[in-house]
């Protein structure tokens, strides 16, 4: 092979290394791009078995692996290829609330966030009572913690069918509400400091009917109270 055979020979190699490079950049870009489009849950902040006895492992793992994660999987599908996609989800939920034909975006996207802050509502070893500010906002709030918990439980236990329980920041006091299904505090305006999930599955498994030893459980075991004084910020 002559030397001119031999330059042409090394040029085409490069040119066709450097199309490949230009094909995989292209490429990794497409993925990257559909990547802002898909929503999922945020990671769990504890191995799934860490809230036994009062929620099992296999509890959790059907609540986030089907039920969680679903409501991400949905909300991807219905974003996809829309002017809203990449949206945060707080955006979504906000643009959302109350229109009759953006429901299903509603639903996946609230239930997406609800999700995400009910496993945070909670950490192994939790219960116990609040302290500092929290505590404080507690008092002038509802009169005393005890008035708080017990108010807490009787909205959680008494919400009729599936829906949540919260504690929230409302202008400067403290509320606690129930909302049905999806439906979400950050919707009105209101602040989230904690949240318990009512729907049955979050806790048939372990304690079939008996939503009140779920509540009282989950308040005496559970809660998260440093991530709601977390929630409080400056405010």
Avoid at 109 to 124: E, G, I, R, V, Y
Avoid at 205 to 233: E, I, M, P, T, Y
């Amino acid at each position: 092979m002559d030397t001119t055979t031999n330059i042409i020979a090394s040029r085409t190699t490069v040119f066709l290394f450097s199309s490949l490079l230009v094909i995989s950049a292209l490429h990794s870009h497409s993925i990257a791009a559909d990547d802002t489009t898909s929503y999922k849950p945020a990671p769990l902040p504890y191995a799934e078995n860490a809230l036994e006895p009062v929620i099992s492992a296999k509890t959790v793992n059907f609540h986030y692996e089907k039920h969680h994660k679903t409501y991400a999987d949905k909300l991807s599908d219905l974003l996809k290829g829309t002017d809203l996609a990449g949206k945060k989800v707080e955006e979504l939920i906000k643009l959302s609330a109350g229109q009759a034909d953006k429901t299903a975006l509603f639903n996946n996207a609230a239930q997406l966030w609800n999700h995400d802050f009910f496993w945070t509502s909670m950490k192994p070893n939790g219960g116990g009572v609040p302290t500092g500010k929290l505590a404080n906002m507690i008092k002038e709030s509802f009169g005393s913690f005890d008035e708080c918990k017990k108010q807490f439980a009787d909205t959680a236990v008494s919400q009729f069918g599936s829906g949540w329980a919260w504690l929230v920041l409302e202008g400067k006091s403290l509320k606690i509400i129930k909302t049905s299904n999806a439906d979400t505090p950050i919707a009105h305006g209101q602040k989230p400091l904690l949240c318990i999930d009512v729907w049955e599955h979050a806790y048939y498994l372990d304690h079939q009917n008996r939503r009140k030893d779920f509540v009282s459980a989950f308040l005496d075991k559970l809660v998260n109270w440093d991530f709601a004084s977390s929630q409080l910020g400056n405010k």
